[in-house]
């Protein structure tokens, strides 16, 4: 079943115009038909059945029928990650909305080597992959930000689990028993952090330090590891 | 520190002559020196230091200097894994060397497109990654089976997980709790089981059924996801 993120408000009977994005792919690559049925979100109202009305090359028109799904809010998790080179970062991005992150935010490091990144595509990325994974709503990218920035001015009352292979930490699953509440993990860069940066972390109130097991983690997969500790020890993986 | 997988066996003094896929890799992009340090492991007899001792474009002569680590047994988790496509089927086999995995078999299923990969190129992904993971040994790629059959031969006393998009199964951190002993994953293909493999693989004494949350995952973070849940619960994350 076709799932398409939209900005509009739904409620039966709207029409909506879809962008030129979602039109050609409805058009060209799907090559729908006036009737077929799909679904539209908007991280807002749930989820709505929706019939194509109008099928242009790049203009589609759909038809909001009834709802399908209500809103829910999803785990209060953001992803924190270090900007690693753009490959790794697509698909954290990507696989951050398949694990139910709420955010992710990219963070410059002092063994950070970029530091820049497009923002805009990293979002497209989390759509589409919200798109495809059943999800109501979509993570925010946000701009990147400095570590020490980050830490400044952190919110009160989120918890962190920050990945620290460098020994002397928790096992991730065990660090995670009995979390609740909003919470942020964060994954460094491939050289690690740096031992000011490790100082300072482990010295904060909120921070937990986990490790992920005895073997060298690409960032990616470290990423995923964590998501999924979480989700499934604190998160909604449970029963 | 670079880290080489080699087929000879390793002894103090041993002169080793790397193939020509690691030999270029020395002299043409580490640009590496005689009496360069790195260290190699056979997969049977621990991690040594070597030293480099001769180098040209095609052929770098090693020599071993004495023991770093001893070769310990990992976790016995086996992955099989439906033969997804080829980029997928190769994140997936580098991530399970990353993971731990022992052995990684592709299975050929009722909703499996492809019938056939190149094994022989799996095995190198892997190679690369348990060098670059710290990995004492390297999972082995199996040639591709097909479900009834891996069924039919299933060895005595190893369990299955069994991940089951379809309802009704228990999270998968809860399916693991207290398991012991030598273990595989299944990870489904793109478009899931079919009903009659899903219900020959519930009637399975060995096996248990387990979700991996409310979204739906691609194969390769479904694998991912497994990994890292049977590591935690059951394998080398634990204290």
Redesign the interface.
Known sequence: MIRLFVPQDLAAGAELSLDEGHSRYLAAVMRAKPGDELRVFNGRQGEWRALVAQVGKRAVALQVIDPARPQEPGPDLDLIVALVKRAALETIVE?AA???ARRVRPVLTERTNADHTRVDRLQAIATEASE????LDVPQVLEPVKLEKLVAEWERGRRLLFCDEAGGA?????ALKGAIGPWAILIGPEGGFSPREREMLRGLPYATAA????????AD?AA??AL??W???A?????
């Open positions: 696989k398949e694990l139910g495809q994974t059943g999800r928790k096992p991730a699953l065990e490790t992920l097991g005895p073997r060298i983690l690409r997969t995923i590891s999924t500790l989700q499934a020890a998160g909604d993986w449970r029963t």
